[in-house]
T-cell receptor, first 111, second 115 residues
Framework: KNQVEQSPQSLIILEGKNCTLQ??????????LRWYKQDTGRGPVSLTI?????NTKSNGRYTATLDADTKQSSLHITASQLSDSASYIC??????????FGQGTELSVKP | DTGVSQNPRHKITKRGQNVTFRCDPI?????LYWYRQTLGQGPEFLTY????????KSRLLSDRFSAERPKGSFSTLEIQRTEQGDSAMYLC?????????????FGNGTRLTVT
């Protein structure tokens, strides 16, 4: 069964600290992997899209990694800010273009 | 604002009533998607359109749900005889699908509460 599992389910960190969110997937065949940020009460916003051949991709303070062999991805946030508080959703695109969403990691950045 | 627009932002309705939501995608985008999201979960696929053609519907979508995209522009999602279990955030997204790596652009959703 095609699944996307994210961990941790929730995370609290202090402003200025770094953190890493994990995404494991069983989707096969694999087309690409996406990370989205979703603020409370808003729609998700795309952070990165990584294809099979890409190992690392950065977008400002966000860096995503992908290991297609182990079917794992991570999203690293550097020097966190209060505005980083949000849900981070990992999405894998599989066969036929179907998008499979993880349940998200709820990040809370405290002052 | 040239992003995806959804209306209304909030809808409260009584069980058994019909509701209709509207989505205006980014103008040049050929694909339009509807998702449903409940608290603490990722979005759940409902249906999508390529231009005006509805190409796929989730098996989870009951016959009380119907979506249209006349002329390949805006889309409407109608829920008939609403139930309390329909309470959720309904998200619309659009994309310009070319090579398969196009990001989805989401609207801010319509939050439905069925009392």
């Amino acid at each position: 069964k095609n699944q996307v599992e994210q961990s941790p389910q929730s995370l609290i960190i202090l402003e200025g600290k770094n953190c890493t969110l994990q995404c494991n997937y069983t989707v096969s065949p694999f087309s690409n992997l996406r990370w989205y940020k979703q603020d409370t009460g808003r729609g998700p916003v795309s952070l990165t899209i990584m294809t099979f051949s890409e190992n690392t991709k950065s977008n400002g303070r966000y860096t995503a990694t992908l290991d297609a062999d182990t079917k794992q991805s991570s999203l690293h946030i550097t020097a966190s800010q209060l505005s980083d508080s949000a849900s981070y959703i990992c999405v894998v695109k599989g066969q036929g273009g179907k998008l499979i969403f993880g349940q998200g990691t709820e990040l809370s950045v405290k002052p | 604002d040239t992003g995806v627009s959804q209306n209304p932002r909030h809808k409260i309705t009584k069980r058994g009533q019909n509701v209709t939501f509207r989505c205006d995608p980014i103008s040049e985008h050929n694909r339009l998607y509807w998702y449903r999201q409940t608290l603490g979960q990722g979005p759940e696929f409902l249906t999508y359109f390529q231009n005006e053609a509805q190409l796929e519907k989730s098996r989870l979508l009951s016959d009380r749900f119907s979506a249209e995209r006349p002329k390949g522009s805006f889309s409407t999602l109608e829920i008939q005889r609403t139930e309390q279990g329909d309470s959720a955030m309904y998200l619309c997204a659009s994309s310009l699908e070319t090579g398969g790596n196009s990001p989805l652009h989401f609207g801010n959703g319509t939050r439905l509460t069925v009392t």
